[in-house]
């Protein structure tokens, strides 16, 4: 009887063993398809980044309020590169009823009107984090699935989910344009089924050029009081020194900005934290939140949770001081989050 | 005429008892020697002795309401139209003082008293909007009432 060696070292056996080595290691498609979520993710990253070619369009934006209404709106979209948005929002006659201009590449100046008034300079807080990272964050939070190839509008698109990698939070499908990777459609989908969001093109036109005096606001007669620059990220290193947050949180979270307001002579800090895609507000304040209606549940140490047309609230007391958190969260993160905080 | 009016008024006060010693002896001669003084006399007499009986008579109590009424309206237009003194200044401010500082403490909102959920869901749309606008419209939250939120938020 021929020794184990001699067997083994038989050609027909290495090519026997060969064969089974091949089909017992990690198959084709499974490799395939890791290399092509790896590019649904770059496409995402792309998209991120904003659009390389100037547009023009018609969008609607709505959002479900509770189960039995939505509320949607009509946009006229126009975009320059590399960062000059115009949104014009148009009342139910088609007409023009309020404009937004932002420019991402100077971030935090935006200019606004309402009906027939002037522009209104509105600076937004500064960010605690750029826009790098929060680009980053999507990705580190969500995984891109493989692109799947659709048409929209008479364009070819790529249709990609992005799942959560945390549970508890929404996922997304977007619908990106292959030739300018502008996201002509998004839906944002509950954990627990339905989506809440959505925003569509119902027309897109690339063009070669905008005239760029559609995107300035020069007749502004009123500032923000938000301070800019070094004075606002001075003014919110104060909030931040006398009320300690985390700077991160369950869920994949970070702290974004920070902004202030008043209600009825009261003072509220906003703490705005981003998961890269998705928004979460803490909010801070000496008096509580006045809850009302049937979806609210009262949880132990006189805490709330509330389902509103914002998304889930956990409202609780501490100290001297009352905390709302908000966003479209699962119950349990949520909680895990509001323990966290607490 | 004029003589006649003077005695009319001598005869008046001779009934009152008011007459010197010197006009008394002026009508005790009238009397002695005029028919028509002593009518006048007797006329007068009846004339005020009608007077004191309707005087005793009470006022009818509409009348007194009336006369009332008018003595309170003539003092109250009496009081407005008087300068105060400056001890009703004071007192005036102190009352004043008093009330702003009640009306104050009932129509401000106490410390403890709930916050309205709107202007909390309007920051959060706001940020929401903020966030998604600069990722290039990669999510569906461009809403007007944000857009309200954000324009209060400047015009305040």
């Known amino acids: 009887m021929p020794s184990l060696r001699k067997w083994l070292a038989d050609p027909v056996w290495l090519v026997v063993l060969a064969l089974g080595a091949a089909l017992i290691g990690p198959s084709p498609s499974a490799g395939e398809k890791g290399t092509e979520s790896e590019a649904s993710a770059r496409l995402i990253a792309a998209a991120l980044e904003g659009p390389v070619s100037a547009y023009k369009g018609r969008m609607i934006t709505g959002r479900w309020k509770g189960r039995s209404s939505m509320a949607a709106e009509e946009v006229n979209v126009y975009y320059s590169p590399p960062g000059s948005y115009r949104y014009e929002y148009l009342s139910p006659s088609g007409q023009t009823e309020k404009v937004v201009l932002l420019d991402t590449a100077r971030s935090g100046i935006e200019w606004i009107k309402s009906g027939s008034g002037d522009f209104c300079e509105a600076k937004n807080p500064p960010l605690l984090i750029s826009p790098e990272r929060e680009r980053r964050l999507a990705l580190l939070n969500y995984r891109a699935g493989a692109a799947r190839v659709d048409r929209l509008l008479g364009r070819a698109v790529f249709v990609i989910e992005l799942t959560p990698r945390i549970p508890g939070k929404p996922r997304q499908t977007v619908w990106l344009d292959k030739r300018t990777h502008v996201v002509l459609a998004a839906r944002r989908y509950l954990e627990e089924g339905g989506f809440v969001e959505l925003s569509q093109f119902t027309s897109f036109e690339p063009c070669q050029r905008i005239p760029s005096a559609i995107f300035e606001g020069r007749q502004a007669s009123l500032m923000d009081q938000m301070p800019e620059g070094d004075a606002g990220r001075t003014m919110m290193a104060e909030v931040i020194r006398s009320n300690p947050k985390p700077l991160s949180l369950p869920g994949g979270f970070s702290l974004r900005s920070v902004d202030v307001f008043e209600v009825d002579n009261s003072r509220v800090q906003h703490f705005q934290y981003t998961d890269g895609l998705m928004p979460l507000s803490l909010f801070q304040s000496e008096r509580p939140l006045e809850l009302s209606g049937d979806a609210i549940t009262k949880l132990p140490d006189n805490a709330v949770m509330a389902e509103v047309s914002g998304g889930r609230i956990r409202s609780w007391r501490r100290k001297k001081s009352h905390y709302t958190l908000m966003g479209d969260l699962s119950p349990d993160l949520i909680e895990r989050i509001a323990f966290l905080v607490r | ?156």
């Open chain 2, 1 to 156: 005429m004029s003589e006649i009016n003077d005695n009319q008024e001598l005869l008046s006060a001779y009934l009152d008892g008011e007459l010197s010693r010197s006009e008394l002896k002026r009508v005790n001669k009238l009397l002695a020697v005029s028919e028509e003084c002593r009518r006048d006399l007797a006329a007068l007499r009846r004339a005020k002795a009608l007077i004191r009986s309707v005087a005793r008579e009470p006022m009818p109590l509409d009348l007194m309401i009336s006369l009332q009424a008018k003595g309170w309206e003539a003092q109250r237009i009496q009081k407005a139209q008087a300068v105060p003194s400056p001890i009703w200044y004071t007192a005036g401010a102190i009352a004043a003082v008093v009330l702003v500082s009640v009306w104050i403490r009932n129509a401000l909102p106490t410390r403890k008293s709930p916050l309205p959920l709107g202007p909390f869901l309007a920051a959060h749309s706001r940020y929401h909007m903020d966030s998604s606008l600069h990722q290039g419209a990669m999510m569906a939250s461009n809403f007007s009432e944000a857009i309200d939120a954000k324009f209060k938020k400047v015009a305040r």
